[in-house]
């Protein structure tokens, strides 16, 4: 009796913990790479008289070949999948002009960077079909590469898997290399399932929502990228709605990491292998042999969401290579350490946080403008991430160790892998406003569109307490 009821809680215990067998088969070793990697065009606009650089961007419907010779129906930005690179630096003000040419409502969040709270583009900023969002704000906040996608309450999963997002570089002046298109490269690394005749297979799945058996490259299935100089700079965006990555050449190479999702780390950090999660972006610098063939690869990982071996793309270098300058020694001052007023917890469960899931009208955390605070994640389930608008955190520890050095710079989200503690020193803003929250959630999106998402607003110093915890409801798509 004993026995059996031990091996019944076993095998329950172990299905809760596997969450049934999502696992996907990788596809190491089944890819030619004979498809040119797509550099989405980029956008770089003059200021005007004014001052102001203005962008246009339109969300769209439109048709692309995922599957080469099997064009399927997908959305884009200014074009058929994906978006363009926007690119600014510290100092520049910035106006866009967003049209939703949808059928339905979305948005367009600008993940990573730090700005006004109506200007962030979640789902308190609905775009109803046909209309034009246009917000503006004067970029301040170091170099960085951040990255934009819409974030309607519920919905995102989909508006993003259908093709909605691009990258936003804040431009540096260090002497990495930064010739876009030729030795800085952007990778927006998306898993895909798809249909027999090509066409994007929506069906969520289970517990983690899409995880697919087939990767694009900024939309390019099975990509090579023809290498012309001694280093390139890969800018890593893990696109995906839910996929983790563990990174590195086939032949394990070592590189130096840069820069994470706020911006450049003090000095390269040699690594071989680096984990993104979605959402996070990690900058690379490669070196190449003149004639040599590399391939970059997902290793498996333990979890779900890490499962399957993926080769991603493949260099080719040419046969001659353009020198590239040394890596600098330093790139970025180090921080100096701050001292938390607070220390806030929040349990991850499985599809919640602190047991809550998210409410458009109720403000979950209130802090006071350009607060350093402590964020404990307490992750009580499988595999989460995590997600702060507006902030630039530092990860302190998982479950009381270090993170790799390569983790140690600037950061915007981090991976909670199942059943761990994550500390984060975070830095808030100082935009002020009471009654226009940001969010932070799981960025993996069907947890973040199940309601795995809090509400927070950054309040004026000495007013958190008459600061109210509720917003009238401005209905859904208002
Ligand atoms: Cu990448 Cu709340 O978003
Ligand atoms: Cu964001
Ligand atoms: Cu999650």
Known sequence: ?????????????????????????GNAGALAFTNPLHIPPVLDPAPGPDGVKRFGLRLQEGTAELLPGKPASTWGINGDYLGPTLRAKRGDRVAMAVTNSLNEASTLHWHGMRLPAAMDGGPHQMIQPGQTWSPEWIVDQPAATTWYHPHPH???????????????LIDDDVALPRTYGTDDIPLIIQDKKFTPDGRLDEKSGGTFGILGDQILVNGTYAP?????????????????NAHVYNIGFTDDRTFHVVAGDGGLLEKPVAAQRFRISPGERVEIVAGFQPGEQALLKSFEGDSDVESGDFDLIKFTAAGQLTPSPELPAKLASPTPASQPTKTRTFKLGGSNINGRDMDMTRID?????????IWELNNTTFAHNFHIHEVAFRVLDIDGEAPPEYMRGPKDTVFVPGKTKVRLAVEFGRHTDPKTPYMYHCHILKHEDQGM??????????????????LPMTGHGH
């Not at 955390?365 to 605070?373: D, I, L, P, S, T």
């Open 224 to 240: 090579f990228f023809q290498v012309t100089s001694q280093r390139v700079r890969f800018r890593v965006l893990n696109g995906s």
């Open 365 to 373: 955390e209130v802090v006071a403008a350009g607060a350093h605070e």
């Open 154 to 168: 519920g919905q995102t999963a989909r508006h993003v898997y259908r093709g909605l997002a691009g990258m936003f």
């Open 453 to 470: 998402m809090g509400q927070f607003v950054i309040v004026k110093p000495g007013t958190e307490d008459s600061t109210s915890r509720t």
């Open 1 to 25: 009796m004993r026995r059996r009821s031990f091996l019944i809680l076993t095998a329950f215990a172990a299905a809760l913990t596997l969450t049934g067998c999502e696992g996907v088969q």
